[in-house]
């Protein structure tokens, strides 16, 4: 039998991206308290991405794939890959070798693909993923394409503006794919609402695949139209994208039946997503503050309820999860208190005091989350 790293492989990538989103948002804690004197918005958004974000994507579909499809959980090759990938391009940003960086990135997607496809071919007769999935390789497509323009970028004789449709594609594409993807399984079975059906059951999978699809297609129209000056109108079809993608696909349009302030802090950032784009749209002039709506209340909050959600489940502690554990409160707190922050910089005279203060009381609270589930993710017993 696996050990249970193989087997639930969110117990080792879980933390690590812990432990990269501290390196990310970490860099603006120490230039606010002088140990630093430089400072890198490009660094800061590639590692949160690339790395923090990354981390918890490959935790979650590492271990729901081969569950899924009663395959093989992912060897220790694979594993060892991807957490090497995660370093080696964090590590390269923060020390400004893109180009190592981007490869990494690239070569993280190479290991995902194959993992995927050596276990969809290997589950005939078994289950298959829902529909909604066929937006995890479109999230794909969107890294790869963004990686490329990255590094294009880079080179002499390129233009310069390249890495912004790069940097949409990596830091709001993928994850709005991924996002409504797998929030199409993961909202529903929070909910405790009936799952969505495999794909290929019944003809009406096969439309909702298309629907999908295309959604995921507008994703990346709509930020084309943004790099193409079209700055209210790109945001805005990515909202009402992913609005119907939360709210048709996964249900969010309700509350969730079951209690657990997780679910709730989930449901809180589904809607913080569509938010953050629409503020951003209706203010050009504030979308770098606006966004964090989406960044730190929608994709980082999401993230950890999750994470919450999957480690609270596959460790035998479901009796917590049905309450509201104080790691959970304090991680709703200083998330939400470092949003408050970070969107109140731009209109002070302390703009970099307060984005230290927002990085301060997010790594808070995810080192109290990470201190409460921790000890949980590293024992060596497995849940049967």
């Known amino acids: 039998m696996p050990p249970p790293w193989r087997n639930e492989p969110f117990r080792l990538f879980f933390p690590l991206g812990v432990l990269l989103a501290w390196v990310g948002i970490g860099h603006w804690l120490l230039y606010s308290l ?22 918890f994507a490959i935790g979650f579909l590492l271990t729901a794939v081969p569950r899924r499809t009663r395959t093989e959980p992912p060897s220790a090759i694979e594993i060892a890959l991807l957490v090497a990938a995660l370093v080696m391009s964090t590590a390269a940003t923060v020390l400004e070798r893109w180009v190592v960086a981007e490869t990494a990135y690239l070569a993280l997607f190479a290991v995902l693909l194959r993992f995927a496809v050596v276990r969809l071919r290997g589950a005939e007769g078994a289950r298959r993923p829902p529909a909604a999935f066929v937006l995890i390789p479109i999230a794909v497509l969107h890294g790869v394409v963004g990686a490329v323009l990255i590094l294009r970028a880079m080179l002499p004789g390129v233009s310069a503006s390249l890495m912004g449709l790069g940097r949409l594609l990596v830091e709001q594409g993928v994850f709005l794919c991924l996002a409504v993807g797998i929030g199409a399984l993961v909202l529903p079975l929070m909910a405790g609402t009936p799952p969505p059906m495999d794909l290929g059951t019944v003809p009406g999978e096969r439309r909702k695949a298309f629907l999908y699809a295309a959604a995921g297609v507008a994703i990346g129209m709509s930020l084309v139209l943004e790099y193409m000056g079209w700055e209210r109108l790109g945001p805005l079809l990515r909202a009402a994208v992913v609005t119907a993608g939360f709210g048709l696909g996964g249900g969010a ?20 997503v569509p938010t953050g784009l629409v503020v951003s749209a209706l203010w050009p002039s504030y979308r770098v503050p606006a966004l964090h709506i989406l960044f730190i209340g929608g994709f980082s909050l999401m993230a950890f309820g999750v994470a919450t959600h999957v480690a609270l489940s596959h460790l035998g502690l479901e009796a917590l999860a049905a309450g509201r554990p104080r790691a959970v409160l304090v991680l709703a707190a200083s998330f939400l208190l470092a949003l408050a922050a970070r969107l109140a910089a731009d209109a002070s005279n302390t703009y970099f005091d307060h984005l230290g203060w927002a990085a301060g009381l997010w790594i808070t609270g995810s080192a109290v989350w990470l201190a409460f589930l921790g000890p949980h993710l590293l024992q060596r017993e497995r849940r049967l």
């Open 253 to 272: 349009w309700r509350p969730p039946h079951k209690p657990g302030l997780h679910r709730r802090l989930v449901w809180l950032a589904v809607w913080l």
């Open 34 to 55: 002088g140990a630093t004197r430089t400072y890198s918005c490009l660094l800061h958004g590639l590692v949160q991405m690339q790395g923090f974000m990354m981390a």
